[in-house]
Every structure is written in structure tokens, then in C-alpha cells.
């Protein structure tokens, strides 16, 4: 093989390289920023509606881009990206859709090619403290209850899959219990000394032996944990991780009785 030839096919391996790295990167243009930078919002939720298991699955999916469509979940996006602890990501930024961090043009074929107005209109992220008193929400689509804007959001925004009655009503109570006046969950977490919000949710689907509940629970909290790994946490992560994995392999068995004990485990 002469250098010619041997120049001209490193050029084509590079030039194929640089391809792939242009169609990953494609999915979210340099310049963005979907994650809060610095010091985040406080999250402050209605004391009085305490953490219920309702509330505490809302906030799960709330932090899930599974609620989303194809283009949220390459991105690691969710609701929580933009409505940050329930008020407004100032960083957030994508570079052609937004004209300002904090702001997103959300009716864009980026999103969803059935639903582009064909307009460049990126709007301000409003913050959803004291969404529940609101009786009218959105500003081009306007709608008068919470669940018929959500499902707006996710559906047609986003191009998210359908959600059960279920999981609309606990995202429904989360948003409900953001609460400008509210308690902020940092010293909720501290005062009761709750390291693992979402382990209780699993006790109710253990005892009733339903698998599938339990599968898409643990499915949730491991990406929700995995988007909270950092140093320090690592090893406390890995852990819950493993103890989840076993939890659900015993429940796969039908072996509630090992299910149970591994929850046990898994919720201190
Ligand atoms: C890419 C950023 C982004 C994501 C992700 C996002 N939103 Fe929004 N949200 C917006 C913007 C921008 C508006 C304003 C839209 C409008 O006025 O039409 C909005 C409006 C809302 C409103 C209406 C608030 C009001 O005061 O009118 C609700 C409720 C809401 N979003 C809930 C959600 C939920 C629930 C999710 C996840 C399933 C979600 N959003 C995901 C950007 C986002």
C-alpha cells in the first residue's frame, strides 16, 4: 500500500470519527447548560401536606426525564432540569433555542416534529411555587387545572410516553405542595433524619407482592440516585444500589419474605 493510499485512509477514519462525535453532540449543541449551576433553589414544600408517599413519588418522577420524550431522556433532562426544586433554572440554556439562560423555546421540532410553531419564541421558565393557585396556566396554550396542562407538557411538548392515572395524580400533589412560604426540604431531611426518602415507597408493593410495581420503583430511584453520585456519596450509593438489585431478584423469585428483608436493609 503506497503513503497515499495509507494518508487517505487515516483522513477517512478520522473524518469518520469526528462524524459520530457531531451526531452525539447534535442532541445538545455546545454552549448548553441543562443542569443549575452554583447554589440551587431552595425546595419548599407545604408543611402541612408533610412528605406523604404521594408527594414523595411526584418528586421522584418530577426528577425522572423517563416522563419525557426520546430527545429529554439523551440529555438527562426533566422537569426538575427547568423547575428546578420546584422554582426556575437561571442557568439553563440551549444554544438555538434559547436567547437568555432561564429562558427555552419549548414549541420547537427539537422537541417534538409534529408540534413547531415555526416561530423562534423562547419564553421565560415560570417557577412553580404556588402553582396550586393558579387558574391559569401556560401562555400560548392556556389551561385551567394542573393535570390537563401536565399532560400538555408532557405529551405534546415533550413528546413524552402516556402516564397512568397514578403517576399524574403524585407529580400533581408534588407541584401541589410547592409552596413559596413552605419548609425547605434540606431541613425536613435533617430535623427527621431521613437518608432514604424513597425506600418507603417500596414497602406497600413488597407486601402486596406486586413485581411490577416494585420493578419500576427501583427502576426510578436508581437513576435517581445515580444522578447524585459524587465522591463522598459513592460507596453509600453503591450499596443501596446492590441491596435494590437483590431486593428485586428475590421479589422476581416470588421470595417476598428475602424482598422484605433487603428493605429493611435498604431503608435504613
Ligand atoms: C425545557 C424546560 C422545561 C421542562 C423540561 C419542563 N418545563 Fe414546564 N415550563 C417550561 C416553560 C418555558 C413554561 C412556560 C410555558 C408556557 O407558558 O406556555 C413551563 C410551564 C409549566 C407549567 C405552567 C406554569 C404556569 O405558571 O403557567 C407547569 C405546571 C409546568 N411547566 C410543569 C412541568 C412539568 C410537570 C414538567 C415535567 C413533566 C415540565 N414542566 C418540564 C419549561 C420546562
Known sequence: MGWDRRIFLSVCLIASMTTS???AEDWLPPGSTTEMIGVKPAELLDPSRELSNQVLLGRLLFRSPSLLGEKAIRIGMSCDSCHTNGHVNTSFYI???SDRPGRIDVSNRFWQAGFDDNIDNPIDIPSLRNVKSKTELGTKVIFSNLPAFT????ST???GPPITEGEMNALVSYMNSLDINGLDTRYIYATTGIDSPYAGLLTRPVQAQDFQQVDSLIDLIRADLGRQVTTETRAKISTKIRLMKSLRAAAAADNYE???AFLEKLKR
Open 95 to 97: 444554544e438555538g433555542l
Open 157 to 159: 411538548e415533550f413528546a
Open 151 to 154: 399532560r400538555h407538557v408532557i
Open 258 to 260: 428475602e424482598a422484605k
Open 21 to 23: 462525535w457531531a451526531v
